[in-house]
């Protein structure tokens, strides 16, 4: 064909062969269009999924260790300022029978994270289950205590609740 057409050739061209030649490019390539783009769009979506579970639970926890520190006999109240509209506690109580000192409530240092004359294992809340497994055997029975009542009111680690719930029946190593 030769580069000069004339003014009815362009009009055919912008008229007829143009959206023809885009419908049966839009027909032969949509299939592959709509699969790139949920593609792209799903693995979008998964992702902020995933920041947004992470957010929640990191908001989740923050909120706990927050609220951890609000209970009554807690570090900002004095023991025996309870209200009645205070939410019941959601540890047992211990026996009748079990008269022995219990540790006193963990207190929340100024990063959130429980001391370590407490918990007794410093640095507690930045170590993983299984680092504290292996530190729960030179624990005191109040220490265990107060680990067990720590997981139960933050992070719920099976493997660290079972431990110590073995130390404490003295079911000794596993």
Do not use: C, W
């Amino acid at each position: 064909m030769s580069d000069h057409k004339t003014p009815g050739d362009r009009l055919l061209d912008l008229l007829v062969f143009g959206p023809a030649g885009l419908a049966i490019t839009a027909v032969e390539e949509f299939p592959k269009l709509v699969e790139k783009g949920r593609h792209r769009v799903e693995g979008q979506v998964h992702t902020a999924r995933l920041v947004g579970q992470f957010a929640v639970q990191m908001g989740r926890r923050q909120i706990e260790s927050t609220l951890g520190g609000l209970k009554p006999g807690g570090p900002t109240e004095p023991p025996g300022a309870a209200t009645a509209s205070a939410p019941p506690a959601t540890t047992p109580a211990p026996a009748a029978a079990d008269d022995r000192a219990t540790p006193p409530a963990a207190a929340p240092s100024d990063n959130g994270a429980l001391t370590s004359r407490v918990l007794g294992i410093p640095g507690y809340d930045s170590l993983s289950a299984s680092q504290v497994v292996q530190r729960l055997g030179g624990l005191s029975q109040g220490e265990l205590e107060a680990i067990r009542d720590h997981e139960l009111s933050h992070r719920r680690r099976r493997t660290i609740l079972n431990r110590v719930d073995q130390l404490l029946a003295g079911a000794g190593p596993v």
